[in-house]
């Protein structure tokens, strides 16, 4: 069984560009969340996504923004990037026992 | 507000010990409690979940338990190696996000 697959795995975009974050969860999984893990604030939950519809949203400006399609696949979308979002984007997905299993994440690096 | 703590931050012990990484939260209305392991630059390995109607979970050489009432949880480590070393998080499952502990950083020496 396949796991979680996040793409791409690098990123370098510039101030002010906005950029397309992708994840597709474990076959059957309908939940995806998305974290941001730096090292001063550590990981940060930022949404999640259930049937396609947002079900939870963390503390996070409207820049960050997220959707998910009728085959449970996510992307995330950072628009006006700024320095401070340099992070590694973390995906999880959930198939409803409450146990979490993450993708190997997506290093974004703004310059 | 829920906030998650990992005592101590960082831990460096010679192979074959047995040893304990400690992790609190401040409010017990929580759904599960989940271990990971993550290596440098890479994601997060679930270990360990424990519901909150449960006590503990045992998984090879590792043994997570959960106290809600006093907001504990403590992961066990037997005969630690070299390949055991990378950050330990645990995290906290309220409606459907997970709150992560800072992490402790083990480092197991030959």
């Known amino acids: 069984k396949a796991g979680v697959t996040q793409t791409p795995r690098y990123l370098i975009k510039t101030r002010g560009q906005q950029v397309t974050l992708s994840c597709s969860p474990i076959?059957?999984?309908?939940?995806v969340s998305w974290y941001q893990q730096t090292p001063g604030q550590g990981l940060q939950f930022l949404f999640e996504?259930?049937?396609?519809?947002?079900?939870n949203k963390g503390n996070f400006p409207g820049r960050f923004s997220g959707r998910q399609f009728s085959n449970s696949r996510s992307e995330m979308n950072v628009s006006t990037l700024e320095l401070g979002d340099s992070a590694l984007y973390l995906c999880?997905?959930?198939?409803?026992?409450?146990?979490?299993?993450f993708g190997q994440g997506t290093r974004l690096t703004v310059v | 507000k829920q906030e998650v703590t990992q005592i101590p931050a960082a831990l460096s012990v010679p192979e074959g010990e047995n040893l304990v990484l400690n992790c609190s939260f401040t409010?017990?209305?929580?759904?599960?409690l989940q271990w990971f392991r993550q290596d440098p630059g890479k994601g997060l390995t679930s270990l360990l979940l424990?519901?909150?109607?449960?006590r503990e979970q045992t998984s090879g050489r590792l043994n997570a338990s959960l106290d809600k009432s006093s907001g504990r949880s403590t992961l066990y480590i037997a005969a630690s190696q070299p390949g055991d070393s990378a950050t330990y998080l645990c995290?906290?499952?309220?409606?459907?996000?997970?709150?992560f502990g800072q992490g402790t950083e083990l480092s197991v020496k030959p």
């Open positions: 999880a997905s959930n198939g409803g026992t409450g146990e979490a299993f």
């Open positions: 076959s059957g999984h309908r939940s």
């Open positions: 996504y259930f049937s396609e519809t947002q079900r």
């Open positions: 409010d017990s209305a929580i759904y599960n």
């Open positions: 424990i519901q909150s109607s449960q």
């Open positions: 995290a906290v499952n309220q409606g459907g996000k997970l709150i």
